[in-house]
Structures are given as structure tokens and as C-alpha cells.
T-cell receptor, first 112, second 113 residues
């Protein structure tokens, strides 16, 4: 049972480039989330999808877009990367009625 | 507005010593409380949670936490730490009736030999 799988694990982008971070879960969870983690700031919610077919903005959505492709997959897209988006990105999921998250292992993104 | 405060950004402790990681929260409504652990280069893993019932909650790896409503605290404790407990620990609250998480800024526990 893989849980939550994120790809890639590492990425370096130049300012202005675009990329998509992939996330897939095999636990039949309804809700999926994208967080970014920055030193001294904890985790901040970028976007979430409460169920297949819905997406909503979180605390820091600017510069990002998401797609809930199906129940398993939730992708995060950076259309024009900026150095301020250098961070570690985590995808998480949970099932209905359970408050606990299952996290992926993260994508470390550097924008130069 | 709700908030979570982890006062200690780093806690060094010798192996086999006890440890307490502090977490205080501010909320005018009921909350659920969580501790997550993040080992180096990994994602966060749920350590324990308090939803209701007994205020002393036991989690994985010998950790426990006590919910203190009057002091709005949810401190994490372990009576004897191991080198393998070296990690970052995050406290979080969820507002009852919602799924909105608020994470603390984390405490780095470093266990020394």
C-alpha cells in the first residue's frame, strides 16, 4: 500500500518556467490537499479538493492552479515560477469523517 | 481567530531523558488537537490526536499528550527518548465542525548521545 505518492521529489526551475507537481493516493480518500512548507512558517494550505470534481483556495493560492483529475489524483501547477515559490510542497489526503491526514514525502522545489 | 503556538523552536535532550514539547492554542470555539512528526526528508506522520473523551492521549512510538482546556494546551511528552526520535514535531488544531487545519511552526527535537 503506497499511500500518497508525489512526483518529482526534487526540481529546479528557472524564473518564468512552468511545471506540474503530481500527487496520487491509493487509499480511496475523498479529500486531497496541497501545502507548502517554509522554514519557521509551518505548513500553509495552497489549495484543496473536498471531493472529486471540486477545488477550493486555501491560505496562499496566488501563483498556483490545481486539477482534481479523478478521485486518486490531484495536481498542482505553477504557471510562471517565481523565486518566492521555492519551498517544499506536500500533498495530503484524508477520508470522510477522519480528521487525520496522510502525507506524501514531498517535492523540494527551487526556483532560480 | 484561531492560532497555535509552539514556543520552543528547538529542544536538545540527551538520550533516555524525558522530554516535553509545548503547544498552546487560542480559540473561542471547540477544537480538535493533533501532533504530527516529520523525520528528515519525509512527509508528516500522525503521532496522536485528541477529538473527545480522555484528556490523556497515547500515540505511536511511546509519545503521549494531555489536553488541558483551562490552559488551552496540548503538550507532548515522552518519558525516555531515543536517538531515532530526532525529528520535527508539529502541533495542529482543527476547528470542530470543519476540516480547517491550523499548524504550529514546529519544534525540532534533537536527541543527543
Amino acid at each position: 500500500n503506497a499511500g500518497v505518492t508525489q512526483t518529482p521529489k526534487f526540481q529546479v526551475l528557472k524564473t518564468g518556467q512552468s511545471m506540474t507537481l503530481q500527487c496520487a493516493q491509493d487509499m480511496n480518500h475523498n479529500s486531497m490537499y496541497w501545502y507548502r512548507q517554509d522554514p519557521g512558517m509551518g505548513l500553509r494550505l495552497i489549495y484543496y479538493s473536498a471531493s472529486e470534481g471540486t477545488t477550493d483556495k486555501g491560505e496562499v493560492p496566488n501563483g498556483y492552479n490545481v486539477s482534481r483529475l479523478n478521485k486518486r489524483e490531484f495536481s498542482l501547477r505553477l504557471e510562471s515560477a517565481a523565486p518566492s515559490q521555492t519551498s517544499v510542497y506536500f500533498c495530503a489526503s484524508r477520508t470522510t469523517g477522519d480528521y487525520g491526514y496522510t502525507f506524501g514525502s514531498g517535492t523540494r522545489l527551487t526556483v532560480v | 481567530a484561531q492560532s497555535v503556538t509552539q514556543l520552543d523552536s528547538q529542544v536538545p535532550v540527551f538520550e533516555e531523558a524525558p522530554v516535553e514539547l509545548r503547544c498552546n492554542y487560542s480559540s473561542s470555539v471547540s477544537v480538535y488537537l493533533f501532533w504530527y512528526v516529520q523525520y528528515p526528508n519525509q512527509g508528516l506522520q500522525l503521532l496522536l490526536k485528541y477529538l473527545s473523551g480522555s484528556t490523556l492521549v497515547k500515540g505511536i512510538n511511546g509519545f503521549e499528550a494531555e489536553f488541558n482546556k483551562s490552559q488551552t494546551s496540548f503538550h507532548l511528552r515522552k518519558p525516555s527518548v531515543h536517538i531515532s526520535d530526532t525529528a520535527e514535531y508539529f502541533c495542529a488544531v482543527v476547528i470542530s465542525g470543519t476540516y480547517k487545519y491550523i499548524f504550529g511552526t514546529g519544534t525540532r527535537l534533537k536527541v543527543l548521545a
